[in-house]
């Protein structure tokens, strides 16, 4: 068990851009050295490309390593420019060791993922499903503060820019590689932002009674705020495109980016604006650590709906890019769930029974419902314990482990229909 401190009272969020640069007298002809393997996904390019910019093979100097900077295929993954000789130093010194905890049916681990990643078998997990948390919009149960690669020190999901928040994400990312097998998924889900002035609330219940003119709090009132000034090139009200930067950045770490995949979702939240269409829309970005991982895209046609079988009326027969599913409740005092059908679908087309299937944010653990129905074994792990309590109810009242039923054919087929998608969006 890996826990954190005690929550705590998060501050506003005030996007200023921080001024920084990298002090390249301190570092020239410095003695350290550093594999290819450890330098590439931090400067965001593959290792062949590094060794064909540096001209060999072997390990690259603190010169080179600046050299690279100056490519112009130099792209930021999760470490700033000005600190990534510094992070390449640290983690060269950095010998984790850890106890491997055993796993039969599932098995849910309370704390921060960069630091329970360490505890799960390397290897070992063939599909990792998870909905995270937002940027800026939402006051999380048990926030506790964590200790960035980039310096930052706060809660997931409450990071002072966007930039911060696509840094925290992307560095789960590299660190979610060693424990995956070689034809892993990842399906990542995670929704936009914008850069705009606005209370930060508990949940989407709170945001509805808001936009119902319901709201009885002031601006003062509100635990925290999220201002919009100070940002290096976003004006406010932009959106802040955090999908497509996780996404290109995910590739540049090495990942296989699949598909970006929309969730259009029938019913969403209303937005009290007029100038911009609303939202009706996630996206899940499904990421590979080879070109041809394990998929079986039949399981679309032969699982139920409610497991992430094809939603009949609305998606086509085709596997599409498109999925039309319907939100989650926010049970349990959970302000942002998905359904329990968009992780079955990811765990069905993407492992087989007996895989394990990983929820870095597991949240009241409808991933892990879906694995267990499945027939799949889980972990989970988030930083509330009100959320390991709420998500270990569900998943036990799974009946059995749905192994032996998943090893027969007992789903229902789900008929060829030429049907195109309908339904309002």
Not at 164 to 173: K, P, S
Not at 261 to 270: G, L, Q, V
Request: aromatic share 8%; proline share 6%.
């Amino acid at each position: 068990m890996v826990t954190l401190k005690q929550a705590v009272q998060l501050p506003d969020i005030k996007p200023r851009t921080p001024l920084a640069s990298l002090d390249r007298a301190a570092w020239i002809g410095r003695p350290e050295r550093f594999s290819v393997e450890s330098v590439a996904p931090i400067v965001g390019m593959a290792p062949h490309f590094v060794r064909r910019a540096l001209g060999h093979g072997g390990d690259v100097t603190v010169d080179e390593v600046i050299a690279l900077m100056d490519q112009d295929a130099f792209g930021e993954t999760f470490v700033p420019r000005s600190q990534v000789l510094d992070y390449l130093v640290r983690e060269s010194e950095v010998n984790q060791t850890a106890e491997t905890p055993e796993l039969e049916d599932y098995l849910l681990i309370e704390g921060n993922v960069t630091e329970v990643l360490s505890l799960i078998e390397p290897g070992s997990v063939q599909c990792v499903v998870t909905s995270t948390p937002y940027w800026g919009l939402r006051m999380y149960k048990d926030s506790k503060i964590v200790g960035w690669a980039d310096g930052e020190e706060c809660a997931y999901g409450h990071e002072q820019t966007p930039e911060g928040f696509v840094r925290h994400t992307v560095q789960i990312l590299h660190q979610l590689r060693p424990v995956l097998t070689d034809e892993a998924s990842i399906w990542w889900n995670i929704m936009d932002s914008y850069n705009t002035r606005t209370q930060i609330r508990g949940n989407a219940a709170e945001a509805l009674r808001a936009m119902q003119g319901k709201e009885t709090k002031s601006w003062a009132d509100h635990d925290a705020r999220r201002y919009s000034a100070g940002h290096s090139y976003l004006k406010d009200g932009e959106q802040c495109l955090l999908p497509t930067q996780i996404a290109e950045r995910a590739s540049r770490l090495g990942y296989f980016v699949k598909s970006v995949i929309t969730w259009a979702k029938p019913s969403s939240m209303p937005e009290p604006q007029n100038s911009r269409v609303s939202r009706g829309l996630e996206y899940i970005i499904h990421m590979s650590t080879v070109r041809a991982p394990k998929f079986d895209k039949t399981a679309y046609r032969r699982m139920r709906p409610t497991l992430g079988g094809r939603n009949v009326g609305y998606e086509s027969d085709k596997l599409s890019d498109v999925w039309v599913m319907p939100t989650s409740s926010g049970k349990n005092g959970h302000g942002a769930q998905f359904p329990t059908a968009l992780p079955g679908r990811c765990i069905g087309l993407s492992t087989d029974v007996n895989d394990v299937v990983l929820d870095p944010f597991v949240g009241s653990g409808n991933s892990g419902v879906a694995a267990r129905a499945l027939g799949r074994r889980f972990i989970g792990i988030d930083v509330s314990p009100q959320y390991i309590t709420s998500a270990d109810e569900a998943i036990s009242a799974v009946k059995g482990s749905g192994f032996e039923a998943a090893g027969r054919d007992l789903s229902e087929v789900n008929p060829h229909q030429e049907l195109p998608m309908t339904g309002e969006l």
